[in-house]
């Protein structure tokens, strides 16, 4: 059984949902989030999670859906935050060319954490380009950090230590699959510091749909991870299980 920490459910066509829930059940994937980019992918993600037992709500702004209204945006998924909120979920830095301003995302980045903080909600953190000013971030609340977890992780072993080091689990996808930088990253990280997903959504570039990524697929993810460790995949499940329900403050 497995548990995927990190999808965008909330932004594909409802008549598709039930054939992609359906398809994750018989992959033995018990647990997806819905995460949340703007305020109403996050208003979405709520109602999925009121709707389907297995699925759960985070809620945020991401670093490149940042909109001229990001203040007024802020206090509307501060007033989202209840007892069908699991997380502060996609939140981080962007620094892509054609992102918004490194500062307006450094507030809003910072603004997010501090409504875990107040609400206790762990934070799943998107980093592109800009892992120096996202540590730095992640330090100055040295002491006061939420639980949380980088996802789809993309760097290297240093960089997974030290979000590590700051408690913070390192969530692989279907690039591990792919890039031996990431299994090099996976072999050397402690099973305990790991989580999994697939940063699902529409792929509508794909001309063939059975192609798209689903949360299904986050079973591929832990077969190559029980590979490259050279571990029983009962292991994987075992223990990502478990540090999942650890990060979304459930009890198994």
Known sequence: MFIDIHTHIAQYKQEEIDNIINRWRLSNIITVVSTGTTVEDSIISIELAKKYPDILSGI????????????????????????????????????????????????VFEAQIEIAIKYKKPIVIHIREAFEDTYKILKKFNGRLPIGAVHYFDGNYKEAKLMVDLGLYISFAKTLIRKDYLKDVAVNLSLENIVLETDSYPQYFKKNRSRWTEPKDVSMVADELARIKKIDIKDVSYSTLKNSYNLLGVKD
């Open 60 to 107: 945020g702004l991401h670093p490149s859906d940042i909109k001229d209204t990001w203040k007024s945006d802020l206090v509307s998924i501060e007033k989202l935050v209840d007892e069908n909120v699991v997380m502060i979920s996609e939140i981080g830095l962007d620094y892509m060319p054609d992102s918004p301003l490194k500062k307006i995302q450094i507030e």
